[in-house]
């Protein structure tokens, strides 16, 4: 195996502990245990730590080493508006020409994020959310779009995760509900709307649950 190939698995192992708040905001990232971990050297843990920090999710602290970014409620409030604006833009794209298959997919993932609702089962409900933004991102023809959303996707993850009890599931389920039925009508700024609507909803809420609204 590569060296480069070696820094994307730590860089992936890495990221995955960051997301899922295995790695809390502001613990350290000790290279020898993740070389250990996934049976390599030092260096390529060494260069997905470097990768990480240029994209945020690592601060790096001459003399003292790296640490999972401690984020503010502006690093929410700004990540949560990115995504609104550029998935905005993804929902409007997809829903100029929806496939039976894309919608099908959509509309079964609705339905399980209804069950894991009814159930107050957030982590499993994630998922489902996850696939569902994941299938609209399929669904778009700009592929620049995807490429520049996809780091803000980990980020928001990594936030849901650190504030659970702050995350609406039934507004969140209602609103993904409204995006189908907009991709089903073929409805482009409805689509968009209620895109916008979802993350900007969770934007407050999470702000004002996580943060006390400190902005």
Not at 31 to 36: D, L, M, T
Not at 124 to 140: A, G, S, V
């Amino acid at each position: 195996m590569g060296k480069q190939n070696q820094a994307q698995i730590a860089y992936d192992s890495i990221l995955r502990d960051i997301k899922e708040n295995q790695l809390t905001q502001g613990q350290p990232i000790i290279e020898e245990e993740y070389a250990k971990k996934l049976d390599m050297s030092r260096t390529p843990v060494r260069e997905a730590i470097r990768l990480l920090s240029v994209e945020g999710f690592v601060t790096v602290y001459p003399r003292k080493g790296a640490y999972v970014s401690v984020l503010t409620a502006e690093d929410v409030k700004e990540c949560y508006e990115m995504m609104e604006a550029v998935e905005g833009m993804i929902a409007y794209l997809a829903a100029h020409q929806p496939s039976t298959e894309h919608v099908n997919q959509l509309t079964e993932l609705i339905g399980k994020m209804n069950e894991q609702k009814s159930l107050s089962n957030f982590h499993q409900w994630k998922e489902y959310d996850i696939e569902f933004h994941r299938t609209l991102h399929r669904m778009c023809p700009n592929k620049l779009l995807i490429y520049h959303v996809e780091k803000l996707f980990h980020k928001t993850y990594q936030i849901q995760t650190r504030f659970v009890a702050g995350v609406n599931l039934e507004k969140a389920t209602e609103e993904h509900q409204f995006i189908l039925d907009a991709i089903i009508a073929k409805d482009s700024e409805k689509a968009r709307h209620y895109t916008q609507q979802n993350w900007n909803r969770a934007r407050n809420e999470l702000v004002n649950y996580g943060y006390n609204d400190k902005l």
